[in-house]
């Protein structure tokens, strides 16, 4: 039997007037041009990228040990770095070299290569990634007067449209493949980095196309294609693509000085409704989302809504999952408002929600601890909305969590996420709390610690 894969792979960005009007071939000599205009109009806002990538060896786990640093000298278990190369495609937004491409290959790179269609080169910095999202947004330097490409409205591409994917796959330089739209909304296709929704093609797409780009037939941006479903390892026919909606707020962001990707909080977590659910509620057809937790200080919380409520749409379009609402709020942005349809009972209402940062309060007061304690270089944090929407915990989360373990945490059973919870009897509150009592311990340290939902014990001596 063969296993499924989930691969990341590229493609290519195109843009033209969102107005645009579809025009099929009216007679054989427009059939027999096929694409060629169009590719000819997209082409040259498509580039090559090549990044490097500088991955630090695995560590010795007694390098971080003074007595075994001074036993066999500073050299002893030194990670050797591993030089990585990544090839890519990517799409010009802006004629003065704004890029946007997939995280998964640009994201954590060292030095990043530009190669355009003409063969001009340049080099290039991330200025605003998301590893979620898998979206970064490049600037190329010392760039002017580039080809670029505009955006098309992604709420309004329809299945069975026909699409162009270019892009660079397996290195072989700029190609190009078509085919159609053969979905939307699919939500259930996170991979590699990307968590979310997607547009779904069955245009090849194959490895080095990550970060290229989906277009119509008029040349308008569709999506950024960042992912395959395979079984073999090359394109099957079920290519998924980031909106274009989505990216055009990355690009917005970007250029407005932005260096990460702020995106609504809403505070809560929900589930997809299924057929039982729908019955339970007395629903004749199963739409919405469920709203099964919220934060005191969501904005959803604010405007009324409750546990037990479903969330039909936001803004007028349809949401049927958490990905799929968590992407509408994104592409509206921080700082504005959605109209947010709500079920309760047969109750239904539109209701206006603010669209803000989740909030840092109370204060995060993140300490790293020095060498007057037992575990220098553990980092902690108090939880809160910020702390919780960064590090994925759940809403109810409360107390003090651990941002970095640092080398003695992590020998310790520590790890990032971890909540802690007591040490040597001491219930923790703040961070502060966790200093003090890392602070001349005494021989035996117990730590209570709170993973993943599971309640966990950790016992050493020092």
Known sequence: ?????????????????????????????????????????????????????????????????????????????????????????????????????????????????????DRREFSAQVVLGDKESDIAILRLKEAEDLPYLQMRDSDHVEVGELALAIGNPFGVGQTVSSGIISGLARTGAATGNARGYFIQTDAAINPGNSGGALIDVNGDLIGINTAILTRSGGSNGIGFAIPANLVAEFLRQAQGGHDSFVSPWAGMAGQHMSADIAESLGLVIPLGVVISDLHPLSPLAEAGLRVGDVVTHVDGDEVNSPAEMKFRMAVAGVGGTSMVTRLRGEERAEVEIALIKAPDTPAAEETTLDDQTVMPGLTVSRVNPAVIARMGLVLSQTGVVVVDAGPYGGRSGLRAG???????????????????????????????????????????RL
């Open 418 to 460: 971890d909540v802690v919870n007591n040490i040597n009897g001491t219930e923790i509150e703040t961070p502060r709390d966790v200093v003090g009592a890392l602070t001349d311990p005494g021989r035996r340290i117990n730590l209570d610690i709170l993973r993943g939902g599971r309640s966990i014990s950790l016992r050493f």
């Open 1 to 117: 039997m063969f296993r499924t894969l989930l691969l990341c792979l590229p493609l290519a960005l195109l843009n033209a007037p969102v107005m645009a009007q579809t025009k099929v071939p009216q007679s054989q000599a427009e059939i027999s041009i096929g694409f060629a205009p169009v590719v000819k109009q997209a082409s040259p806002a498509v580039v090559n990228i090549y990044a490097k990538i500088v991955r630090q060896g695995r560590a010795n786990p007694f390098f971080s040990d003074p007595f075994f640093q001074d036993f066999f000298g500073r050299g002893f278990g030194e990670p050797r770095p591993r030089v990585q190369n990544s090839l890519g495609s990517g799409v010009i937004l802006s004629e003065d070299g704004y890029v946007v491409s997939n995280y998964h290959v640009v994201g954590t790179a060292t030095e990043i290569r530009v190669v355009t269609t």
